[in-house]
Each structure stands twice: as structure tokens, then as C-alpha cells.
């Protein structure tokens, strides 16, 4: 069964960063395409980032040149390092797949992302 930990979050101010570290157990880290969520209270969850095994990533509009996604495909770990981090920034941050739904793997807890001042 595959496990998901995510990591590294925290509050922050306005303009602050954070590094988020997804660990991942029980399969075959490195030939998959992995992804950050993202839900923020009342909203549904969101697409931050996805990372093929490649390499190759992607991220959506709003946190384009401000977030970068990267993998440790030795350490079996995926991260998102956020800077300049605005309010609307604020969510639980989960990692999964990238394949879609219906073929998620069992969701981690998410770590609490919290952009104030």
C-alpha cells in the first residue's frame, strides 16, 4: 500500500517562503508522475504542480514563477519549495499522483499552509 507524508508546512507572512517535502513508501517512486494539491477552505481541491519522472514539470497560473516542484527519486521524496507566498496561498497542501482521479493513491493528511501577517 502506498503511503504519502507531507511535510514542512507552517504560517508565513505575506512575501515569505516555505519548503514542502512529500516522502513516499510502497511503490516505485521514481517512474511515477507526482503532483501538489492544494484545498483551501470552501474550495475544491487544486492542481499546483506536477513533475513527470523525467523531469519535466508544470504548474498552474497562479503559482507560476513563484513555486518550483522538484523530486529525489534516491529518497523516495517529492518537494515544493514556494516563495514569495501571497494569502491566497493559504490551503492544506497534499501530494499524489498525477494520473487522475479515480487513480489516486490513499491521500496523506496534508500539510497546513498559512499565509499571514
Known amino acids: 500500500q502506498v503511503e504519502l507524508v507531507e511535510s514542512g508546512g507552517g504560517l508565513v507572512q505575506p512575501g515569505g517562503s516555505l519548503r514542502l517535502s512529500c516522502a513516499v513508501s510502497?511503490?516505485?517512486?521514481?517512474?511515477?508522475?507526482m503532483a501538489w494539491y492544494r484545498q483551501a477552505p470552501g474550495k475544491q481541491r487544486e492542481l499546483v504542480a506536477t513533475?513527470?519522472?523525467?523531469?519535466?514539470?508544470n504548474y498552474a497560473d497562479s503559482v507560476k514563477g513563484r513555486f518550483t516542484i522538484s523530486r529525489d527519486n534516491a529518497k523516495n521524496t517529492m518537494y515544493l519549495q514556494m516563495n514569495s507566498l501571497k494569502p491566497e496561498d493559504t490551503a492544506v497542501y497534499y501530494c499524489?499522483?498525477?494520473?487522475?482521479?479515480?487513480?489516486?493513491?490513499?491521500w496523506g493528511q496534508g500539510t497546513q499552509v498559512t499565509v499571514s501577517s
Open positions: 499524489n499522483n498525477a494520473l487522475g482521479a479515480g487513480r489516486y493513491y490513499s
Open positions: 510502497g511503490t516505485f517512486f521514481s517512474n511515477k508522475a
Open positions: 513533475i513527470l519522472p523525467s523531469g519535466i514539470t
